[in-house]
């Protein structure tokens, strides 16, 4: 019985050192120093509480990533106090921007364990 729990526990190890291992290469392999220009398409999986921000699911652009939190540089507030733009779930925008970098903020709440490319949103097209 001692054996079956100190193998379980070396099975556990080594699991839990490649998860990590596997997230730190992944990370290395997907951030550049300079920001890449990226013109993607995707669906609405939500818009985030700051009505500024928003979580996709990729409909066109990179094949390694299936989703992308996107936001503004700045927050663009309309002349009756709202939020622009405002864009429902569901709805297909094209966003053209800068990829900054990887975020794993909303990973275990939104984007289903993932980590996500981080996109600066410099224009949109629904």
């Not at 951030?31 to 398409?41: A, I, L, R």
């Not at 909303?106 to 289903?112: G, W």
Request: with cysteine; glycine share 6%; proline share 3%.
């Amino acid at each position: 019985m001692k054996n079956n729990k100190i193998s379980w526990l070396s099975a556990g190890i080594i699991i839990a050192v490649f998860i990590i291992v596997s997230t730190v290469v992944f990370a290395l392999r997907t951030v550049s120093d300079e920001p890449q220009k990226v013109t993607w398409t995707g669906e609405i999986i939500t818009q985030m509480e700051s009505y500024n921000a928003y979580a996709l699911k990729i409909k066109n652009g990179d094949n390694y990533y299936d989703m992308f939190y996107a936001q503004p540089f700045e927050v663009i507030i309309n002349s009756d106090g709202s939020l622009s733009p405002f864009y429902n779930k569901g709805d297909i925008i094209t966003i053209t921007g800068e990829w900054k970098g990887i975020t794993c903020a909303y990973q275990d709440s939104i984007f289903q364990g993932k980590c996500v490319p981080d996109i600066e949103i410099q224009s949109i097209i629904k």
